[in-house]
Each structure stands twice: as structure tokens, then as C-alpha cells.
């Protein structure tokens, strides 16, 4: 069994920066695939970005590209979630989730989220 807790998120101005962590107990995260997902208001979850178990394979939203940059630390079995120029469309609850497959659409475990908002 996986433990992810997220943690980092808060207010921020539109244009400023954020950086999200997601840790792990309980097992390793070094063979899952990890990813992040945000839930906005009134909307579904989407994804936003996902990085392979060796972090050399990341991959974005469109929404999020060039501004956000996922990243993890196998030693300290954590997620990182840099958010740069965020946008007000941004504020969502963000989730941190693993997987077994780097691109698929199934999730073996999920954070229970942080909350960011982005102020314009």
C-alpha cells in the first residue's frame, strides 16, 4: 500500500511561481509512473502532466506546457510539481496519483489533493 501527500499549495499571484510536493510512504515510488491531475469547481478532473518511473519521459497538458515542469526525487520517493506563470484558470485542486503505466489511465493510488488558487 501507497500513502501520497500532497502538500505546497496556497494562494498565489497570476505570474508568480509554486512548487507542489507530493510524498510518498508506505513503498517505493520507483517503479510507478506518477502524475499530476487537478479538479477545478463545477469541472471534472484532468489531467496535467505525468513523468515515467526513471523520470527521462515527462508529458503535458497543452494547457500547461512550458509553464509547469513535473520532476522527482527517487531517493526521497517525491513528486515535485513546479508551477510557473500561473494562470486564475489554473486554481483547481491538485492531486498527485501513481501508476504502473507511464501513459495509461488507470491509477493504482491517489493523494487527497491540495488546494491552489490563483489570484489576478
Known amino acids: 500500500q501507497v500513502q501520497l501527500v500532497e502538500s505546497g499549495g496556497g494562494l498565489v499571484q497570476a505570474g508568480g511561481s509554486l512548487r507542489l510536493s507530493c510524498a510518498a510512504s508506505g513503498r517505493t515510488l520507483s517503479r510507478y509512473a506518477m502524475s499530476w491531475h487537478r479538479q477545478a469547481p463545477g469541472k471534472e478532473r484532468e489531467f496535467v502532466a505525468v513523468i515515467s518511473w526513471t523520470g527521462h519521459s515527462t508529458y503535458y497538458a497543452d494547457s500547461v506546457k512550458g509553464r509547469f515542469t513535473i520532476s522527482r526525487d527517487n531517493a526521497k520517493n517525491t513528486v515535485y510539481l513546479q508551477m510557473n506563470s500561473p494562470k486564475p484558470e489554473d486554481t483547481a485542486v491538485y492531486y498527485c496519483?501513481?501508476?504502473?503505466?507511464?501513459?495509461?489511465?488507470?491509477?493504482?493510488?491517489w493523494g487527497q489533493g491540495t488546494q491552489v488558487t490563483v489570484s489576478s
Open positions: 496519483a501513481a501508476s504502473r503505466d507511464y501513459l495509461g489511465s488507470e491509477y493504482d493510488y
